[in-house]
Each structure stands twice: as structure tokens, then as C-alpha cells.
Nanobody, 129 residues
Framework: QVQLVESGGGLVQAGGSLRLSCAASGRTFSNYAMGWFRQAPGKEREFVAA????????YYADSVKGRFTISRDNAKNTVYLQMNMLKPEDTAVYYC??????????????????????WGQGTQVTVSS
């Protein structure tokens, strides 16, 4: 079992920044690939970013490329999502998730919620215009 707890959400004006954190406990964090997803009201959960174990690779949704950065600190069992140049359309509940790192093929799997075994409870991000 892996327990995930997100933090860092809040209300920010368009153009502003937030950094989300996801603290993991339980099984060896460094063995897992980690992802961030988001879900806006009335919409499906969508992929935001992912990072393989030991930061072997990072992947982003086109909508956040150049604005968001995913990183991890295995010593602290934490994954981060730095969000810059926020837009109102970034408003959503943000979830972190953990998946078995399947190697380079994880690039293909990373965008699928079904690839992830463990999920946090989510943190609300609201961007005002």
C-alpha cells in the first residue's frame, strides 16, 4: 500500500503560480512512477504530468507544457508540481497518483488513470480571471 497526501492548492489570480506537493508513505516511493491528474466540475479526470522513478523521464499534457514542471525528491518521499502562468482553465481538483514503473513503455501508459494503483484525495486549485 502507498498512501498519498496532496497539499499546496488554493486560490490564485491568472498569471500566478502555485506549487503542489504530494507526500507518500508506505512502500518504497522511489520504485514508483508518479503522476498528476486533474478533474474540473462536469469533466473527466485528465492527465497533467508524470515522472518515472529516479526522474528517468518526465511527460506533460500539451495544455501545460512550458508552464508546469513535475519533479520528485525521493529522500523526502515527495513529488511536486510547479505551476506557473496559471489560467482560469487550470481550475480543477488536482490528484497525485502512483504507478508501477514499467520501464520506457511507461511513456505510453502514463496518461491513463488505469495505469495508476494509488491515488491521493485531491487538492483544489482555483484560478480567477
Amino acid at each position: 500500500q502507498v498512501q498519498l497526501v496532496e497539499s499546496g492548492g488554493g486560490l490564485v489570480q491568472a498569471g500566478g503560480s502555485l506549487r503542489l506537493s504530494c507526500a507518500a508513505s508506505g512502500r518504497t516511493f522511489s520504485n514508483y512512477a508518479m503522476g498528476w491528474f486533474r478533474q474540473a466540475p462536469g469533466k473527466e479526470r485528465e492527465f497533467v504530468a508524470a515522472i518515472r522513478r529516479s526522474s528517468l523521464g518526465t511527460y506533460y499534457a500539451d495544455s501545460v507544457k512550458g508552464r508546469f514542471t513535475i519533479s520528485r525528491d525521493n529522500a523526502k518521499n515527495t513529488v511536486y508540481l510547479q505551476m506557473n502562468m496559471l489560467k482560469p482553465e487550470d481550475t480543477a481538483v488536482y490528484y497525485c497518483a502512483a504507478a508501477q514503473d514499467t520501464g520506457p513503455i511507461f511513456y505510453v501508459l502514463s496518461t491513463r488513470p488505469t495505469a495508476y494503483d494509488y491515488w491521493g484525495q485531491g487538492t483544489q486549485v482555483t484560478v480567477s480571471s
